[in-house]
């Protein structure tokens, strides 16, 4: 319980600092984590190499280092959530094409927000309720500590975006009542070895997926929207939608999951340091 309070503590006093010093410390983190700690580095460094087989070292090593930048904001931005106020996030989230999601609401159509862990994810997420038309839920894994899971949820919910546990993923959208919601899916994650039912081309190998947005597309009839999402500058970013599917229903079997895992992977390539790289994504091949 002390070390809750401790870090609650600490998160509040460094959300209050103005952007500037914040970032001076997000500085810090990186040269931290980069040349002190070497937070995973082989693990970042194995992911590339799989990734991007025809880079050069130094090629990949100029994106490692990026990327510590890119994870460095993410932490000091998230802190400062603790702390945001509703017109500060308006004006360092913005929505390109709006009419994407209202042509789908104003047609009472449920939708799949599909995204990866790309720039600030944590933002982006707590952010769409401002943005969109629709009433907006999201899955989330409750930590072992209870204070800090209850912390988590009300942060992310704080402007308007409803969390279940991931668990009752299927029973609650299957049911909800809510009659044209935005379900957000981070659909990069590796699933868990006994749950392997699909594999497919992603950054040059074969990866597992989930097949969790196409299986709840197909029996709730959503669409399915890809969001790019991209750093302006500092602290500011752009969503771009892309509507993938109308109805999930009108698919064959593995096209939803093949062609937003080629969304994604066509951002990555683009700009793959505000990638996550860190996380063992290939730990199941």
Same mark, same amino acid.
């Given at each position: 319980?002390?070390?809750?309070?401790?870090?609650?503590?600490?998160?509040?006093?460094?959300?209050?600092?103005?952007?500037?010093?914040?970032?001076?410390?997000?500085?810090?983190?990186?040269?931290?984590?980069?040349?002190?700690?070497?937070?995973?580095?082989?693990?970042?460094?194995?992911?590339?190499?799989?990734?991007?087989?025809?880079?050069?070292?130094?090629?990949?090593?100029?994106?490692?280092?990026?990327?510590?930048?890119?994870?460095?904001?993410?932490?000091?931005?998230?802190?400062?959530? !603790?702390? %945001?106020?509703?017109?500060?996030?308006?004006?360092?989230?913005? /929505? &390109?094409? $709006? *009419?994407?999601?209202?042509?789908?609401?104003?047609?009472?159509?449920?939708?799949?927000?599909?995204?990866?862990?790309?720039?600030?994810?944590?933002?982006?997420?707590?952010?769409?309720?401002?943005?969109?038309?629709?009433?907006?839920?999201?899955?989330?894994?409750?930590?072992?500590?209870?204070?800090?899971?209850?912390?988590?949820?009300?942060?992310?919910?704080?402007?308007? !975006?409803? %969390?279940?546990?991931?668990?009752?993923?299927?029973?609650?959208? /299957? &049911?909800? $009542? *809510?009659?044209?919601?935005?379900?957000?899916?981070?659909?990069?994650?590796?699933?868990?070895?006994?749950?392997?039912?699909?594999?497919?081309?992603?950054?040059?190998?074969?990866?597992?997926?989930?097949?969790?947005?196409?299986?709840?597309?197909?029996?709730?009839?959503?669409?399915?929207?890809?969001?790019?999402?991209?750093?302006?500058?500092?602290?500011?970013?752009?969503?771009?939608?892309?509507?993938?599917?109308?109805?999930?229903?009108?698919?064959?079997?593995?096209?939803?999951?093949?062609?937003?895992?080629?969304?994604?992977?066509?951002?990555?390539?683009?700009?793959?340091?505000?990638?996550?790289?860190?996380?063992?994504?290939?730990?199941?091949?």
């Amino acid at each position: 319980m002390i070390g809750y309070y401790l870090a609650i503590g600490l998160g509040n006093l460094l959300s209050r600092l103005p952007y500037q010093a914040l970032y001076t410390f997000s500085n810090f983190l990186r040269f931290l984590m980069m040349r002190v700690i070497a937070y995973r580095k082989e693990v970042i460094q194995d992911n590339l190499r799989r990734s991007f087989p025809e880079k050069k070292t130094e090629e990949l090593e100029n994106i490692r280092q990026k990327f510590y930048a890119n994870f460095a904001d993410i932490i000091v931005e998230s802190l400062k959530s !603790l702390n %945001l106020s509703e017109k500060d996030m308006r004006r360092r989230v913005k /929505l &390109n094409k $709006p *009419e994407v999601f209202q042509r789908l609401y104003n047609k009472e159509k449920g939708v799949i927000m599909v995204m990866g862990h790309y720039t600030n994810f944590e933002w982006i997420a707590t952010a769409i309720p401002l943005l969109v038309p629709q009433k907006c839920f999201a899955v989330y894994h409750p930590l072992n500590n209870k204070r800090f899971s209850r912390k988590i949820v009300q942060i992310r919910e704080q402007f308007g !975006l409803t %969390l279940f546990p991931m668990e009752e993923t299927y029973p609650f959208m /299957l &049911n909800n $009542p *809510e009659k044209n919601p935005l379900y957000v899916f981070m659909a990069d994650q590796s699933p868990h070895k006994g749950k392997i039912k699909y594999r497919t081309q992603f950054l040059n190998q074969s990866t597992p997926v989930h097949l969790g947005v196409e299986n709840l597309a197909k029996k709730c009839g959503l669409a399915v929207v890809f969001i790019n999402i991209q750093r302006v500058k500092r602290g500011h970013y752009e969503i771009t939608p892309e509507l993938l599917f109308e109805d999930g229903r009108n698919t064959e079997q593995y096209e939803i999951t093949d062609t937003h895992v080629k969304a994604l992977e066509k951002v990555i390539i683009k700009k793959p340091s505000d990638w996550l790289w860190s996380h063992r994504r290939w730990k199941y091949v």
